[in-house]
């Protein structure tokens, strides 16, 4: 407890930030966003919840296939998949890196590994079949929940949207978050069209990469904090003792 002249508690030289509403929130938002990651993967397997559009979808994209919506799926899907993602982190990471920005470039790059890690795991665990191979435009047959390009695109550009968020207008800022969420949903929507995951396994890495992705920003809101309390000059009453 601090004493009531303002003093440093003893033992301290500054005061230390209490932690606010906003890490609550944060951490709790983890939590929710991981708990519908994992009730959405469990519906997937039991046919419920999303499931129930799986077959419906995909039949319906089958329907709707034309050469040139193939050509721009396929290109945009490409685009969008998790190596190209993984090269866009690591790239900004560099660029972070190279300007002083390295707790950014440390965000961005284990951001990424970590989501890589964690949709492979989860992956092998469920094994869970792709559609199958007629319905398929481009050929896929390693697991299929969750999707990949979902959970990579969600925390990839939404760290992008995290990097670029201080400084920026309300304008730039529903603009960057516009952007990204029509972004990530557009490249979802391509492993569903292409018939190389089921709706389910878009959702369920949509939520997925979103539970990562706050879970990051989390640790990079405690790591500024705490920086910033340790570069802070120390107290007065510190300084005079």
Known sequence: MADHDGAAPAGLDRHLPEPGPRH?????????????AGAAMCAALDGFGPARFDARLLGEAVETRTGGLNTAAVTLTTVGNTFAMAVLATLTGIWCWTRGRRS????????????????????????RPRPPAVTQVVRETNESLPSGHAT??????????????????????????????????AVGATRVYLGVHW?????????????????????R?????????????PAAGAASA
């Open 24 to 36: 609550v929130r944060t951490a709790l938002t983890t939590v929710l966003l991981l708990l519908a």
């Open 104 to 127: 950014d470039a440390v965000f961005v790059v284990t951001a990424m590994a970590g989501a890589v890690l964690l949709f492979r795991g989860v992956k092998v665990l469920v094994d």
């Open 152 to 185: 990579m695109s969600t925390v990839v550009i939404g760290s992008l949207v995290v990097l670029a968020w201080a400084g920026r207008s309300a304008l730039a800022r529903t603009a960057m978050v516009t952007a990204a969420v029509l972004w990530i949903g």
């Open 199 to 219: 709706f389910s396994d878009v959702v369920s890495g949509w939520l997925l990469g979103a539970a990562w992705l706050v879970a990051c920003v989390a640790v």
């Open 221 to 233: 809101r405690w790591w500024r904090r705490r920086t910033a309390v340790d570069a802070a000059p």
